[in-house]
């Protein structure tokens, strides 16, 4: 007698229970997959999170530096404007001295027999007009100033005989330059060279 097994639920089963595993797994896996994507996102943006504070820190202090910096900017123009009037009053004050200076160098400089028909000063130039009884005269009011402390410089442009109240004189035109600040020199200090005699 021949015994028929029939199989065909049996496969079904274990069919069924390979699907349910499959299915199992695939969502152990995919929920797996699920929370590391999850955790790694996380972390990331965590990350990002504390870069985008530091990135924020490091603007407000760059910001706070460069207010710092317009301020010494700032600072620095108005120390530089100071300066500069600090100068001019300085400059102002020292011209005006040399205006002392250039009448109380041309009173003891000016040899005997010379005289002034005009004084200009432009800056720290002065531009001389006079009249000598002889053109040596001329030469010792140019030595005297070199041996000045507040004049140097003499350029003799030209001495041209005229005449002056029906008198043969010497009329010159010269330019010397007013130091602006000038030590003591004793050498200088001494008595202005006496002119020679007339010829």
């Known amino acids: ?11 079904a089963e274990s069919r069924k229970r390979a699907r349910q595993h499959f299915i199992t797994v695939a969502v152990g896996t995919f929920g797996v997959g699920a929370a590391l994507a999850f955790l790694v ?12 504070g530091r990135n924020s820190y490091i603007t407000a202090q760059i910001k706070g530096l460069e207010k ?11 120390i530089d ?27 003891h400089r000016m040899p005997e027999g010379v005289y002034l028909k005009s004084l200009r000063q432009t800056g720290q130039r002065i531009h001389i007009v006079g009249y000598a009884q002889a053109s040596a005269r001329v030469s010792t009011l140019m030595r005297n100033v070199d041996a000045s402390r507040w004049l140097e410089k003499p350029e003799l442009v030209e001495v041209k005989a005229t005449s002056v109240d029906k ?13 602006r600040a000038a030590a003591k020199d004793p ?7 006496a002119a020679p005699a007339p010829k």
Not at 1 to 11: Q, V
Request: no cysteine; proline share 2%; charged share 25%.
């Open 1 to 11: 007698m021949n015994a028929r097994i029939n199989l065909l639920p049996h496969r």
């Open 187 to 193: 050498a200088k200090d001494a008595k202005p060279a």
């Open 68 to 78: 710092e910096i317009q301020e010494i900017n700032e600072l620095r123009s108005q």
């Open 167 to 179: 008198k043969r004189v010497s009329e010159f035109n010269m330019y010397v330059t007013l130091k």
């Open 81 to 107: 404007a100071l300066l500069a009037r600090k100068r001019i009053i300085e400059t102002l004050q020292a011209d005006r001295a040399q205006t002392v200076h250039l009448i109380e160098q041309m009173v």
């Open 41 to 52: 996102y996380q972390y990331y943006g965590r990350l990002i999170d504390v870069q985008n």
